[in-house]
């Protein structure tokens, strides 16, 4: 099992990303896929959901609105396009996919936001 993420960087406030997480060695479109963030010194916060066909999506407060959560269950890919960066998304981004409790995290990707 592999879950990958990419697309992390610097930005500028106001910039945009947009992170890939590419999974194998499951199913993937049985599965429901999140990201989730880590700033240091802070505990890991939801940012996004998405069911396993794609068909719904939730966000935390703070992203509705910038965020977007999108997948591709043919490429096994899922895409967070984050739009309106401000500093305070700067954080380490994971993602995670799972189905009936049993959870696969990736080693996640760092995003700062900073002039």
């Known amino acids: 099992v592999q879950v990958v993420e990419s697309g992390g960087g610097l930005v500028q406030p106001g910039g945009s990303l947009r992170l890939s997480c590419a999974a194998s060695g499951f199913t993937f479109s049985n599965y429901g896929m999140s990201w989730y963030c880590q700033a240091p010194g802070r505990e890991r916060k939801f940012v996004a959901a998405i069911s396993s066909a794609g068909d719904s999506t939730n966000y935390a407060d703070s992203v509705k609105g910038r965020f977007t959560l999108s997948r591709d269950n043919a490429k096994n890919t899922v895409y967070l396009q984050m739009n309106n960066l401000k500093p305070e998304d700067t954080a380490v981004y994971y993602c995670?996919?799972?189905?009936?409790?049993?959870?696969?995290w990736g080693q996640g990707t760092q995003v700062t936001v900073s002039s």
């Open positions: 995670r996919a799972e189905r009936h409790g049993l959870a696969y």
